[in-house]
């Protein structure tokens, strides 16, 4: 079963650098997400992708994040200062469209800690 | 999305079926109801979705109520390795583009 993949597994970094998450979402979707879950709390969206560009975004997504679908098979997100509080796991997930009866397919993450 | 309700935790032990419970007062005609499941450390997992009647799939089954205001995932004879959290989803078909989790259900299965 094709799966969405997500590179690197764990990331550590220094406050206030930038990092780039990666993702291979699954080759025939068309939407793209990326979630958030800080330890022992909910899953939290950040950004839906549609088209190159932003669909949704939520109030987390300040304008220290970013994301771009460089190629045809990659989707990054991208912290330009990295804080504190930036520390969780970050899943990128995708579907063939939107709505229920099209769920998403998330990846396993990649655990970002910020040091 | 519906606000749904579902336990926080429950416990079983290895072999038995188990059923978890989600209620959803305000479900809105279009809405579907969807069940993920999460590891530790993994992304959420889509198990089964379903609209009215009964769903089953190779992972489990859904229970849905003529009423609709509730819905049951039945997880046949679980193992250890069914220890995870579980999380009712209610939505449109017209299309949410994000997911809304709450908090789930966390099975936690006893040998």
């Known amino acids: 079963e094709p799966e969405v993949t997500q590179t690197p597994s764990h990331q550590v970094t220094q406050m206030g650098q930038e990092v780039i998450l990666r993702c291979v979402p699954i080759?025939?979707?068309?939407?793209f997400y990326w979630y958030r879950q800080i330890l022992g709390q909910k899953v939290e969206f950040l950004v839906s992708f549609y088209n190159n560009e932003i669909s949704e975004k939520s109030e987390i997504f300040d304008d220290q994040f970013s994301v771009e679908r460089p190629d045809g098979s990659n989707f990054t997100l991208k912290i330009r200062s990295t804080k504190l509080e930036d520390s969780a796991m970050y899943f990128c997930?995708?579907?063939?469209?939107?709505?229920?009866?099209?769920?998403?397919?998330f990846g396993d993450g990649t655990r970002l800690s910020i040091l | 999305l519906a606000k749904t309700t579902q336990p926080i935790s429950m416990d079983s032990y290895e072999g038995q079926e188990v059923n978890i419970t989600c209620s959803h007062n305000?479900?809105?005609?279009?809405?579907?109801i969807t069940w993920y499941q999460q590891f530790p450390s993994q992304g959420p997992r889509f198990i089964i979705q379903?609209?009215?009647t009964k769903v089953t799939n190779e992972v489990a089954s859904l229970f849905i109520p003529a009423d609709r205001k509730s819905s049951t995932l039945s997880l046949p004879r679980v193992s250890l390795s069914d220890t995870a959290v579980y999380y009712c989803l209610v939505g449109d078909m017209g299309g949410y583009q994000k997911v809304t989790f709450g908090t789930g259900t966390k099975l936690q299965v006893i040998p």
């Open positions: 305000n479900i809105a005609t279009n809405d579907y």
């Open positions: 997930a995708s579907s063939p469209g939107t709505g229920v009866r099209q769920p998403q397919h």
């Open positions: 379903g609209y009215k």
């Open positions: 080759s025939n979707h068309l939407y």
